[in-house]
């Protein structure tokens, strides 16, 4: 086994890095609370590096990486006791099915959304600024900018839609491009 | 996709979509696979710009991460590893670059339950099945010697600390069974819950900070039959979270800030009422037999009743001051009385009240102390104004039980200046058998600086604080504290016992100093910061919810009614979490850690004085004026939150009911609790 590690050391990092993205959306998407979905992101990586050697290749990492991040999940609601559980366990699976459905690649999509975030004007920039890098409430944000608690919700909304459609866009006319 | 789908996805992106909502958009996402794909998308998109807003900005290189992550920490003593450790530890090792990335946060490495689980002491000293060692196996009996506590990691993180002579088992990692002595537990969330055993009842508890202590109240006497008594209480105390305590057949939720007795004495099998409760108006001379005060329920009156207490009885103290463990006159006595029997008691507990401290033999200023603290010389207060105070030399011995109040942790020895309260040991007119000392009134003990450790000097003389932040999102002010070798430093239950990036650090200056401690206190808060997810507004069902939406008490609902006051509360519901969301961003998350340190500090130091408190804790946790107005205004919003679900609910009620509701609640008598609906 430790022949087996030590051998296949770069190629997990490799592929861990790769899909850390992804992983982390998954994860996030099932657990909102942003240090419980970092702990739970360390425990996904410890367990791929220890189950590493049973990993096909033929395989997808990514799919493999989220079957036991969602068992993860599963357990840590059942640990915490949190009744009613968020999501019921088919919805888990739906979860499953659809990332690996629109997988695309996180640094193509990466590189694709900060042009598109060049993009957009400067109070939409601020808007997002105050959601995702200073993590404030709704409410929140909403007092900052002399607004309600509703049209920051719906600004919002708009922005995450649009810049969704600019990637899309961008990342199809590259895939044009390539081909 | 439908418009329903793509509001919901948005709204639960926002922490908005109410419980109900939730679980509207899981039965979406289970049955319709285009939900389930913008789902997938936008969560990527949300996931995308955080990692372009927060960690995008300080992506480094390789070479940078593993530089910033440095090497993981040692224990402080060998730990014989479990499987996980070395699995953990391998991953580190072999990973080296990138996911180490994700490990910078956690210094030590998750612990869970081996085979055969070992626990590290990571700080004091303790037997195991008595020899002195630095690791304890699964089911050994430990013993805390010396006079520090001992500092034990337990799974998954959690910690034992326990004071001087406690004993305990630790089973399964989760498991403490506390047989004598007290000791104060962490637990993260994620950790599952933690369990301590003792005699007396059991407490859990999770995603929480508590201290449990048995207090034995033995006769010190031992000339006395009852003396071979050993009843026992149950003392807990919840620092942080939420606690369960196990006693006789109940269970009790105990909340943060609460502390409860729970007596040893627990009733006869099958019966839960004592039989009798009267007030002690004598005591026979050997103790074996009492007389009680009962009221007979006319204006008024009272009968007595002779009983008798017998080697048999078992006994029980609560509220009593240390000492007084004894029957008493004045104290109220529950009595379960023996089968069969009119007057002899099977069980009784004592019930005291806080004003029966027993005066101290003789108290003053200390006004010396000898080189080695044995013996201190006390300046009497002079018995008439004008005459010269009188002084006594007291013997501070082994058995003497000390205390100190008003006094910050480095300083806690006898010290000129300093008041006391001296209780003589039987007998003696210069032993103490205890010492309470207090420092100068109007001193605040509360640290000068409280901060986070973000680098230490290579010689470790050297600790940079940053303070908390008045701004949410902008960093607090830094400062550069000196140690010196007279500062005294503590470090308790910190691992490795020495400062460290990201340790709390509260400092107490030294005189006519700005920048060099006199004292400093490292502590480890970081697992104490992970339940953050616990503090989130409280969903449908939770505790919080339900308090604040309850129907009073007064007020039975029909069944037709049930579903109304259901609406009324989903109406409201949003608002209500709207409004615990803003109160929560008003303080920032290093106020409110130092605000944590400084309630604990306030605690240690016996501060009581609502006002000192408030003001020490604002000036700890750097509160501005702005933010104190900002929670005055929640207070009101909170009240006019309430007000509102009030008059909703008043519109569904009969007459009858908005009657009982308008009358006025009985003068000085406590409010009907408000029942939950």
């Not at chain 1, 840590?76 to 009744?83: C, G, N, Q, S, V």
């Amino acid at each position: 086994l430790e022949a087996h590690r030590v051998e296949h050391r770069g190629e997990f990092i490799t592929l861990f890095l790769k899909h850390q993205a992804d992983l982390k959306a998954f994860i996030g998407s099932l657990v909102r609370d942003r240090h419980a979905r970092d702990d739970v992101l360390q425990e996904v990586a410890l367990t791929l590096w220890q189950r590493f050697s049973t990993y096909e290749p033929q395989r997808s990492f990514g799919a493999w990486a989220r079957g036991i991040a969602a068992k993860k999940i599963l357990q840590r609601w059942e640990k915490l006791d949190r009744m009613p559980q968020p999501f019921a366990p088919q919805v888990i699976q739906a979860l499953l099915d659809a990332y690996e459905r629109t997988a695309a690649a996180a640094p193509a999509r990466s590189d694709a959304l900060e042009r598109c975030l060049q993009d957009l004007p400067d109070k939409s920039r601020r808007l997002l600024e105050l959601r995702y890098e200073q993590a404030l409430t709704l409410g929140e944000i909403a007092r900052r900018v002399g607004s309600t608690l509703d049209a920051v919700h719906k600004a919002l909304s708009r922005l995450r839609t649009r810049l969704q459609e600019c990637v899309e866009q961008r990342l199809a006319a590259a895939g044009e491009r390539l081909s | 996709m439908s418009e329903r789908g793509d509001f919901l996805i948005h709204r639960y992106l926002d922490g908005l979509a109410s419980a109900a909502e939730e679980a509207e958009f899981g039965r979406l996402l289970a049955a319709d696979a285009r939900v389930a794909d913008a789902f997938a998308r936008a969560t990527r998109m949300d996931a995308a710009l955080e990692e372009l807003f927060v960690d995008g900005r300080d992506r480094r290189s390789a070479a940078a991460i593993v530089d910033a992550v440095a090497e993981p920490q040692a224990p402080a003593v060998p730990v014989r590893w479990s499987l996980r450790w070395v699995a953990a530890a391998a991953l580190l090792l072999a990973l080296g670059t990138g996911i180490l990335y994700l490990m910078r946060n956690r210094q030590q490495p998750p612990v869970t339950l081996a085979a055969n689980p070992v626990y590290a002491v990571a700080a004091g000293r303790v037997l195991v099945d008595g020899v002195e060692d630095g690791q304890i196996h699964d089911g050994a009996e430990v013993e805390v010697v010396g006079d520090q506590a001992a500092v034990i990691l337990l799974a998954d993180g959690a910690r034992a600390e326990l004071a001087p002579a406690t004993k305990a088992v630790i089973r399964h990692g989760r498991v403490i069974e506390l047989n004598e002595g007290s000791g104060q537990f962490q637990v993260a969330e994620a950790a599952g819950r933690l369990h301590v055993e003792t005699p007396v009842g059991k407490v859990s508890a999770a995603g929480t900070e508590f201290a449990v202590e048995l207090e034995p109240w033995e006769r010190e006497a031992t000339d006395e039959p009852m003396s071979q008594q050993v009843a026992m209480a149950l003392i807990v105390g919840v620092l942080s979270g939420n606690v369960d305590v196990h006693y006789g057949d109940r269970h009790y939720p105990l909340g943060i800030g609460e502390n409860r007795v729970y007596a040893a004495n627990k009733p006869p099998a099958g019966r839960k009422n004592p039989d009798i409760i009267g007030q002690v108006a004598m005591v026979s001379d050997g103790g074996r037999a009492i007389t009680l005060e009962l009221p007979d329920g006319k204006r008024g009156r009272t009968n007595k009743r002779l009983l008798y207490l017998t080697d048999e009885t078992r006994l029980a103290y609560v509220n009593v001051p240390w000492r007084r463990d004894r029957p008493t006159p004045g104290y109220q006595a529950s009595v379960w009385l023996a089968d069969g029997s009119t007057d002899t008691a099977a069980a009784v507990t004592f019930k005291g009240n806080k004003s029966s401290a027993p005066a101290p033999s003789l108290s003053g200023r200390v006004s010396g102390v000898s080189a080695d603290g044995k013996e201190i010389t006390l300046e009497l207060a002079p018995p008439k104004k004008g005459k010269p105070a009188a002084k006594a030399t007291i013997k501070i011995v082994e058995k003497t039980r000390a205390t100190y109040a008003l006094v910050p942790f480095f300083a806690e020895k006898p010290t000129v200046g300093y008041h006391v309260s001296v209780w003589l040991a039987d007998g003696s007119k210069d032993t103490a058998a205890a010492v309470a000392f207090s420092g100068k009134k109007g001193s605040a003990p509360m640290p000068d600086v409280t901060g986070t450790v973000t680098a230490v000097s290579a010689d470790g003389k050297e600790v940079t604080l940053q303070l908390p932040s008045r701004t949410k999102g902008q960093p607090g002010a830094k400062t550069t504290i000196k140690i010196t070798n007279e500062t005294k430093v503590s470090y308790p239950g910190v691992k490795g016992g020495r400062p460290a990036p990201g340790l709390t650090a509260s400092v107490w200056l030294a005189k006519n100093s700005s920048d060099t401690a006199a004292g400093i206190q490292f502590i480890d808060l970081r697992a104490a910061r992970k339940p953050d997810s616990a503090k989130t507004p409280a969903k449908k069902g939770d505790s919080g919810l339900s308090a604040f939406f309850a129907v009073p008490r007064v007020i039975e609902l029909t069944p037709e009614q049930q579903p109304k006051v259901t609406a009324i509360i989903h109406e409201l519901e949003p608002q209500y979490k709207d409004y615990l969301r803003r109160k929560e961003a008003v303080l920032t998350p290093d106020q409110k850690l130092a605000l944590a340190v400084a309630t604990r500090a306030a605690r240690e130091a016996g501060l009581t004085d609502k006002r000192q408190i408030q003001e020490a804790l604002d000036a700890a946790a750097n509160i501005t004026q702005e933010q104190k107005e900002r929670m005055q205004a929640f207070v009101r919003e909170e009240k006019d939150l309430r007000k509102r679900f009030l008059d909703k609910l008043t519109t569904i009620l009969t007459d009858e009911q908005k009657a009982k509701l308008a009358k006025p609640k009985p003068v000085g008598k406590a409010s009907a609790k408000p029942k939950v609906s």
